[in-house]
């Protein structure tokens, strides 16, 4: 009986959570977090980009359209690609606070599609419809004006929130370029292909000595 109870009470607890409503839910970010240039050059896909409009059915707004000016990190064919802001429930920033016609520099990651995944990870009502999303888990957007970027950009210490450093967008790009090499050379395929490298030529020496002694010995030492 006492079993019986235990396992009505735990189906009760899950079926209050899935009807709860998502705001509930808080968001936490644990300890993931970083600056701009320690979480860009992992990120998926890193565009300067135009917002153009902000989407969504109804009143609410939860993706917002950005014209790709230029292509940092990763790869894509889009002149616009829609982004997935907060619905209200996910560590994700409002789409409001990138207002309409201003310019940004946006670390992005690929959207959740999948509705059953959506669902049961996030309590969401609906999957995301934007192509991609943003994460305000550290630092995944600075501020694009008259050639400057502003937000978090180097800091990773204890006093990273609300830090505001500013750069030339070249300043930028420049860095960002250093940090992807230094991450690529640093990589595990990098440092096997380097361990690889570095077996080959030492079995490349040692296969010599016997010849090399050979000639000293055939030679008188001379």
Known sequence: MAKF???????????????????VFACSCAPLGGSFLTLAPASALVIRGRVLRHTGEGETRTEMDIEVLETLVGKTSQQVVSVSGDPGNLCRPYVSWFPAGTEWVLA????????LVARQSYFMSEPDKGDYAISSCGAHWLKVKEGKVSGNIDRDDEERDGVRQEIP??????????????????????????????????????KGVPTR?????SSGGR
Do not use: F, H, W, Y
């Open 169 to 206: 967008l070249k300043e930028l790009r420049r860095r960002l370029e250093k940090k992807k090499k230094k991450d690529a050379a640093q990589s595990p395929a990098a440092l096997k292909r380097s361990s690889e490298a570095g077996n080959t030529r030492s079995a490349g020496c040692i």
């Open 108 to 115: 992005l990651e690929p959207a959740i599609k999948d509705a």
């Open 213 to 217: 002694v050979a000639r000293l010995s």
């Open 5 to 23: 109870r235990r396992a009505t009470l735990a189906a009760l607890s899950v079926l209050l959570i899935a009807l709860m409503p998502g705001d």
